[in-house]
């Protein structure tokens, strides 16, 4: 059974930081891409960061790009999203996603088979 469960999520203020945690069970995480997802109310799921399973390679969308930072964390079976200079439209929930895959990750959410749960982010004064 491959399972992911996202932590982390809360309420920071505008400028504020947070760090989401993946930990993921029944697979290795040298053998998957994972993905950091995010949908807000009343919109579609869009990537927001991957890694690929040899850890080497990350990518981001442009609107996150050098404020999150994706990392893992193999002995613990954990990716994480450092999240910082957070501003009210990184409001989202966040999904992780794994996918069976090597040398390549995607931000497309229908390239990923597994899901999380999610957790809320929510950035407010």
């Known amino acids: 059974q491959l399972q992911l469960v996202e932590s982390g999520g809360g309420l920071v203020q505008p400028g504020g930081s947070l760090r989401l945690s993946c930990v993921v069970s029944?697979?290795?995480?040298?053998?998957?891409?994972i993905g950091w997802f995010r949908q807000a109310q009343g919109r579609e799921r869009e990537g927001v960061s991957c890694l690929i399973s040899s850890g080497q390679i990350t990518r981001y969308t442009d609107s996150v790009r050098g404020r999150f930072t994706i990392s893992r964390d193999v002995a613990k079976n954990t990716v994480y999203l450092q999240m910082n200079s957070l501003q009210s439209e990184d409001t989202a929930v966040y999904f992780c996603a794994a996918e069976r895959r090597d040398y390549y990750c995607s931000l497309g959410v229908d390239e990923y088979r597994y899901w999380g749960q999610g957790t809320q982010v929510t950035v407010s004064s």
């Open positions: 029944g697979f290795s995480l040298d053998d998957y891409a």
